[in-house]
């Protein structure tokens, strides 16, 4: 944040500082709810791992609430906490609003979480820039826009409110207003303490929605219309001159001096070679061993790929053949790579979503040079379209770049510029959800991927955020694996540049924080029948052996079952007692065990050679005893963590089951100087400080001797508009949809990367 002041853009900030941001004047509608002008802490502001204090307001006159939030815990911040709960029943459509200032080093990803009267809840975030200067946040409570799915993760703002809308993250947005029991707004494990400075707190009344917010949103490039920026590509001319430059530098470039064929330490000792990766333990830290017997550390990044570039038109067609999909597939619809509509299906094209349609400045004739970058998505996850037309815009901009001398050599042009890109930043690999075009190259080592899929039974968690689980014991998943395993064979090849293979990813096995959550798929999946459910029928069997008679079991869980035929029928249970507790944790145990155990089974009869990297679970899907069964069965336990880095007090198991772990995917985001209306799930306040935060993250991984890895998701930024599958529309590339590297966040990542090995295994140096 370097840069000149900017201009303000109906919300959105149009170069690329967040400084410049003016305060909302206060008006006679507002209602102030709370100015702290008494110099004290109102008892309805409740502090949690934060301490507060009455200051001084160092941006003019008046009183301002202090909130120091540590680093120490795992939340630190104030939370709202009216009695009674506030009924804002009568106020229109409003906004809550803070004036807050950041008078600390670093700048403070702010988390809000609104809760109503009926437990109904929601979460948003901003980013309080560093600089001191205080900018008016808010968070829409109540407004037409709430109620429209546009099919994008964050919309731009609805109406000219001015200052910093919270972006929206997971929840409700619909809460009822009448009961307002709670508003938080905190931190979420951050590495560094902060400081803020809050006044002002008030009710904004909205203006009235512009209806065209979302009209035209998308020029010819796939980049925000209505917005200037650094990064912005003016000209299919700049766009190649550009890239002239950039290749002129990569032309003079190469892997960084210190690495091994293979990206290990070629200046660190040398142990056993088997010809392909491997893991050791040395001293008290995990690592990998590239093929040659060098060091390696797992620095990459993930999804390089054009899967995940194309995005909804609002278009679909009538002609149900497009939507068919093969049994025997192994790839699933978020993966799948372009599928080609036919000129029957053509012929039955209508206009399925106005809004989604109308978003775009520019979309290419079926008969014209871009024709190639349209894609059918058979299904979505979310928005206003089950399935529809998409269209990559980067696949687009890569052939305005590199032009076509053959079908799709602009493609192959991309494959070889991408690995001198990675060589050149530092990177040591390619990590999940690489292409296969990569694989082959033997330039970068990378990591293959399979998903299982298929139509075998499954179970549920209660929480199914992407599907529900498989049931490992029904013989159709293990054909299924068996599938997927040899079509992930077919791709490598043998080929020693793979260091190992990920098989699905962010299973919902279930959420520390409650009983239910924590054994989701025991409560779940014991009211079933085992007739139609493997996963039961296995539990039966092994409840039956432990004990016995159906009488010892009701004494055990205080329950009342007739008999085992019955309890295998159905068997609700209400108890919560300690033998309830360690029998759900042995049948959930039993049941992540089966999963891992048949994967890497399977894996290992067809691909011997390379590691089993497990399933990247998600910080939210990680108990206990799925960890435990991944340890027993992965070469390398694998999670996704989005946080600002790792803290020791979140990893302390990592000593007891003490495996090879690496993260398989993380990220920072800014929307400052991106045109970007979601910055991703941790910001940045702009590409410097995302150079920052990657630091901070990997230097806390590489510090830690558990670790042989991270991956940072993604190489591309999420589409404008919202990738096809989710609508994820963030700032999480090293390159923009034009291609355009980010040279803040480049330049920080080459200047970590010259040091990694010294700094992981610099201890080690003697012992060469």
Same mark, same amino acid.
């Given at each position: 944040m370097k840069t000149p002041p900017i201009l303000l853009c109906a919300g959105l900030f149009c170069t690329a500082t967040l400084h410049a941001a003016p305060l909302i004047p206060s008006k006679e509608s507002d209602t102030i709810l709370f100015n702290f002008e008494d110099g004290k802490?109102?008892?309805?502001?409740?502090?949690?791992?934060?301490?507060?204090?009455?200051?001084?307001?160092?941006?003019?006159?008046?009183?301002?609430l202090q909130v120091d939030l540590s680093a120490k815990g795992k939340f630190s911040g104030i939370s709202f906490e009216p009695k009674p709960a506030w009924d804002l029943s009568d106020k229109g459509d409003f906004s809550l609003a803070f004036d807050i200032a950041n008078t600390g080093e670093y700048s403070v990803q702010l988390y809000s979480n609104v809760n109503d009267k009926?437990?109904?809840?929601?979460?948003?975030?901003?980013?309080?820039?560093?600089?001191?200067?205080?900018?008016?946040?808010?968070?829409?409570?109540?407004?037409?826009?709430?109620?429209?799915?546009?099919?994008?993760?964050?919309?731009?703002?609805?109406?000219?409110?001015?200052?910093?809308?919270?972006?929206?993250?997971?929840?409700?947005?619909?809460?009822?207003v009448s009961g307002i029991t709670k508003v938080s707004l905190h931190t979420d494990t951050i590495l560094h303490d902060r400081q803020i400075v809050i006044s002002n707190v008030r009710l904004l009344k909205n203006p009235k929605m512009d209806p065209d917010f979302l009209k035209e949103i998308v020029d010819e490039f796939g980049q925000n219309n209505h917005a200037d920026y650094p990064y912005k590509v003016k000209s299919e001319e700049e766009l190649k001159e550009r890239s002239a430059k950039e290749l002129a530098e990569l032309a003079k470039s190469g892997p960084m001096p210190d690495r091994s064929k293979f990206g290990g330490w070629k200046d660190g000792p040398k142990l056993e070679a088997t010809g392909y990766f491997r893991t050791e333990k040395i001293g008290n830290k995990w690592a990998l061993v590239d093929p040659e017997g060098y060091l390696y550390f797992a620095a990459g990044i993930a999804n390089a790929r054009m899967a995940n570039t194309t995005v909804i038109t609002g278009v679909d067609f009538h002609k149900p053949t497009v939507r068919e999909v093969?049994?025997?597939?192994?790839?699933?619809?978020?993966?799948?790579?372009?599928?080609?509509?036919?000129?029957?299906?053509? =012929?039955?094209?209508?206009?399925?979503?106005?809004?989604? !349609?109308?978003?775009?400045?520019?979309?290419? /004739?079926?008969? *014209?040079? &871009? =024709?190639?970058?349209?894609?059918?998505?058979?299904?979505? !996850?979310?928005?206003?379209?089950?399935?529809? /037309?998409?269209? *990559?815009? &980067?696949?687009?901009?890569?052939?305005?770049?590199?032009?076509?001398?053959?079908?799709?050599?602009?493609?192959?042009?991309w494959r070889d510029v991408s690995v001198d890109r990675f060589l050149d930043w530092g990177f040591t690999c390619m990590g999940n959800w690489a292409d296969a075009m990569f694989f082959q190259v033997d330039r970068i080592p990378y990591f293959a991927n399979g998903w299982i899929i298929g139509n075998f039974k499954t179970v549920s968690s209660g929480d199914d955020f992407w599907a529900p689980l498989p049931d490992p014991f029904d013989p159709e998943f293990v054909r299924r694996t068996r599938v997927t395993v040899e079509a992930v064979a077919a791709e490598v090849k043998g080929n020693p540049w793979c260091v190992g293979v990920f098989i699905d990813n962010e299973k919902s096995w279930g959420r520390m924080g409650s009983f239910n959550s924590q054994y989701g798929v025991v409560v779940h999946t014991l009211p079933r029948d085992a007739a139609d459910c493997p996963t039961k029928a296995a539990w039966v069997g092994m409840l039956k052996k432990q004990y016995g008679e159906i009488g010892a079991l009701n004494a055990a869980w205080e329950t009342s079952f007739e008999s085992w035929d019955g309890f295998a029928?159905?068997?609700?249970?209400?108890?919560?007692?300690?033998?309830?507790?360690?029998?759900?944790?042995?049948?959930?145990?039993?049941?992540?065990?089966?999963?891992?155990?048949?994967?890497?089974?399977?894996?290992?009869?067809?691909?011997?050679?390379?590691?089993?990297?497990?399933?990247?679970?998600?910080?939210w899907g990680m108990t206990p005893e799925v960890v435990g069964a991944a340890k027993k069965y992965s070469d390398v336990v694998s999670y996704n963590f989005y946080k600002e880095g790792l803290k020791d007090q979140d990893w302390k198991f990592l000593s007891e089951i003490d495996r090879p772990s690496i993260i398989g995917e993380f990220h920072m985001g800014a929307i400052s100087d991106t045109g970007l209306f979601h910055p991703g799930l941790i910001v940045a306040q702009d590409q410097e400080d995302r150079g920052r935060m990657y630091q901070d993250y990997m230097k806390s991984?590489?510090?830690?001797?558990?670790?042989?890895?991270?991956?940072?998701?993604?190489?591309?930024?999420?589409?404008?508009?919202?990738?096809?599958?989710?609508?994820?529309?963030?700032?999480?590339?090293?390159?923009?949809?034009?291609?355009?590297?980010?040279?803040?966040?480049?330049?920080?990542?080459?200047?970590?990367?010259?040091n990694l090995y010294e700094r992981r295994y610099g201890d080690l140096k003697k012992a060469k």
């Open positions: 802490v109102p008892p309805t502001i409740k502090g949690n791992q934060a301490a507060m204090k009455v200051v001084s307001n160092p941006n003019g006159g008046g009183k301002a009926h437990g109904t809840g929601q979460t948003r975030t901003t980013i309080v820039p560093t600089g001191g200067k205080a900018q008016t946040y808010y968070i829409v409570f109540k407004g037409e826009e709430l109620k429209i799915d546009s099919g994008l993760r964050s919309d731009p703002p609805a109406s000219k409110i001015g200052g910093n809308k919270f972006i929206w993250l997971w929840g409700s947005k619909t809460i009822d093969d049994p025997e597939g192994v790839i699933p619809d978020d993966s799948m790579p372009f599928i080609k509509t036919s000129a029957e299906a053509r =012929e039955t094209r209508f206009i399925a979503s106005e809004l989604r !349609h109308k978003m775009f400045t520019w979309l290419p /004739e079926y008969d *014209s040079p &871009y =024709e190639d970058h349209y894609h059918y998505k058979r299904a979505t !996850h979310t928005g206003p379209l089950k399935h529809g /037309e998409s269209f *990559s815009f &980067y696949q687009a901009n890569l052939e305005r770049k590199y032009g076509q001398t053959h079908p799709e050599s602009y493609l192959e042009k029928k159905k068997a609700e249970v209400s108890s919560r007692n300690a033998a309830v507790k360690k029998d759900f944790a042995t049948l959930l145990s039993a049941f992540a065990d089966e999963y891992f155990r048949v994967v890497r089974t399977e894996l290992k009869k067809v691909m011997p050679n390379h590691l089993y990297m497990g399933a990247r679970m998600a910080h991984v590489i510090d830690n001797p558990y670790f042989v890895g991270a991956h940072w998701f993604q190489y591309i930024d999420s589409p404008l508009a919202g990738r096809a599958y989710d609508g994820e529309n963030y700032n999480v590339g090293f390159v923009t949809v034009t291609d355009i590297p980010y040279t803040g966040l480049i330049d920080a990542a080459k200047e970590l990367h010259r």
